[in-house]
């Protein structure tokens, strides 16, 4: 056996002051503490969205996210440290979307998985992430379900969802036209049916005024009969859930054949270049539908400062971008959203304190949101916007009018 | 296959199993292709023991769709009827696993037979009016089926049942409490052992007498109907077998994925599990499980070369395959083993 000697002893000194030192050092940096995937310079984040297949339309609000995060580690990132925007594509494919987000999780290590994309996609990763406990932070689909805190408290929805704007559109009809017979247009699936739903809850023991319930298929040509069909059985209020190319037909036709219902037109097919334009603006006037999000194709808008900063936005990091396509200003106003969550998180970058912080929002007002809307979460809300206004069409621009609305559902 | 093998001797029932214990009359013989696969199963059950749960994630899908391309395979490969409708199939027996243990609480383990029988009934029946249609008229039938399925999975009377858009949560299986491994190895082991018997009763299948038959039909129905062979009994029994395949690696896949919904079976999975089968190999068992890896795999690759020009990545690596391989990787396989062997003979 080797005798311990002064030298050898001399020798080893060092060697174990530099084995204490690594030891003592996490110690004393304990202020702070760190999920997967953060370091001192980096955060990483998860996305999918469809940049190919049948939905690859929606594709741009990840790549507005994605250059969001550009500009803000250009500014110097969230309390210092860089977003690494990690954004796979899924295909708008449900079976897709669970495999890149196990890649997310387990592979690349994410500490959350922000606005992934799509109802079917959401719902297939629901379960997952809930089980793995990794945050899948405002969802970029209106379905009610996302606001299920004892359930799935790692999920949270964001937009106000497709039941409450349907909710809203009854307690407008019901004031201008409480004995009106109601013609509505949905799209065959999961947005369309939420809407129909939230307009008959919202009529309660007037549903019966729904007289017409036409749906139409993402791949059919036209809707013109199902137009024409509502004019010939008398209904007076035309609801027109379609998505833009749909919602113009019908408005184009409905002016072609001297139809003229009250007309309300949701959210989804509202925009000012998309629908409204192609429509023909005399066939348009006097329609109304709501809004939570500026519409960057609405001039009104064109001096207002949060609009200019988007703009400028736009032109400097996304100059492919179509500035009158919608999800541009919604993934905008996502991504700005799970920023304010990761810079609320402080040096505290876990799981647990990106939902305490997501559950925590006060008042918290985006430039590209209507002004005076506004997201607030608690701990047992997890629906952050709810608030919506109505507008009307004059012939030119969106009028809005009336009080910021609440929905009740969710 | 219990089935007759000619239509004058119906009593005579000649099936799979019958063929393969016939066949040590010439005498069983050790050949190359039994060591090769013996030699495949060992390696891809140690996997687990050094692969990360997403690698056998990943893996767990690639067998899945080897599975599904094989169903495919034994109808197109074997017997020359087109299909362009096997996502249905690979939908009905998702569904069919979903709604087992979602209605009646059913263990996971049954639900694999289901789906495979209520797979084979509706492929059988779709497989009557098909008698009728040729090629490319069969191949528009099918598209028909695969258009129809997530519409049909979305009605609104069948709502209750479906999900409709929302879909279904399916549980992941819990492994077995005695071995000790975790769900993405156990889902692993289980999706190995299923491939591995179903992909051996394929292969006695095809080399069986009923396996001739098939082939007879496709190479020359006249010929094959002349020698005795009942094409119409053939054919929509070769459509039960496919869409049964099919519908176990759809079932499987609910396993795998956690979750079914009319979007994850689309016209797109279809035209995705043809692919497959024409780079695997057209009439070659082992190369369904190529096709396994080119359907899961290069998507992603494309994807990472460039997001936007995704789809155009995908086109030039599917050209480039077809060029380098016009017989599917098992054609390369065996013109490669050809070659070698000749050049060592020299």
Known sequence: MQKITRRSLLAAAPGALALTVPMLSPRRASAKDYGPGVTDTEIKVGNTAPYSGP????????????????????KGGINGRKVNYISYDD???????????????????VLLVASPLGTPCNSAIW???????????????????????????????????????????ATYILKEKPTGKIGILFQNDDFGKDYLKGLKDGLGDKAS????????????????????DMKAKGMDVFVNCGIPKFAAQAIRKAGEIQWKPLHVLSSI????????????????????????????????????????EWGAFMDKYYPDGDKQDTGNVAGYCLAQAAAHVLTACGDTVTRENIMKQAANLKDFAEPMLLPGIKANTSATDWAPLKQVQMAKFDGARWQLFGPLITGAVG | MTAPVTSTTGSAATGNTAAVTAAPARGWRLERRH??????????????????????????????????????????????????????????????????????????LWTLPAAGGVCFAVGFLFGLPALRLQNLYLALATFALATAMPQILKFHALEGITGGVQGLTVDQPDPPSFLPVDSDQWLYYLTLIVIVLMFWAASNLVRSRSGRAIMAIRDNPIAAAAMGINPSLYKTLTFGVSALYTGVAGALGAFAIQFVAPDSFTIFLSVSLLVGLVIGGVGSIPGCLFGGLFVLFVPNIANSVSTGL?????????????????????????????????????
Do not use: C
């Not at chain 1, 994605?66 to 250009?74: G, S």
């Open chain 1, 209 to 228: 005024m729904v007289q017409v319930e036409a749906s139409y298929e993402t791949t059919d040509p036209t809707v013109d009969s199902q137009v024409v």
């Open chain 2, 35 to 108: 060591l090769v696969s013996a030699a495949v199963v060992v390696v891809a059950a140690l996997i687990p023991l050094v692969a990360r749960s997403f690698v056998l994630f990943e893996l767990t899908m690639v067998m899945i769709y080897g599975l599904a391309i094989l169903g495919l395979n034994l109808l197109t490969g074997f017997n020359g009827q087109f299909s362009l409708g096997h996502s249905a199939f690979y939908g009905l027996g998702a569904y069919t696993a979903a709604l087992m243990m979602h209605l009646w609480d059913v263990n996971y």
């Open chain 1, 269 to 308: 097919g509202n925009s000012v270049a998309a629908t409204l334009k192609p429509a023909g603006f005399e066939n348009a006037k006097d329609i109304v539908s709501d809004f939570y999000l500026k519409d960057a194709t609405d001039p009104q808008w064109k001096d207002d400062a949060g609009f200019k």
């Open chain 1, 127 to 169: 379960h997952y992430m809930n089980q793995k406990k990794v945050p899948q932070l405002f969802v970029a689909t209106g379905a009610t379900k996302w606001n299920d805190p004892k359930g799935h408290p790692w999920t949270m929805g964001w937009q106000p969802n497709y039941q409450s704007e349907g909710r809203i559109y």
């Open chain 1, 55 to 74: 939905a690859s339309s929606y594709g741009t609000l990840g790549k507005v996210e994605t250059a969001y995060y550009k500009m803000i580690n250009d």
């Open chain 1, 91 to 109: 295909s708008y494919t449900p079976p897709k979307t669970v495999e890149m987000v196990r890649k997310l999780v387990e592979e690349d290590n």
């Open chain 2, 310 to 346: 995704a789809g155009a990545v995908y086109g030039i690596i599917l050209l480039l395959v077809i060029f380098l391989m016009p017989a599917g990787a098992a054609g390369f396989a065996r013109l490669a083993v050809a070659r070698l062997t000749r050049a060592r003979r020299q």
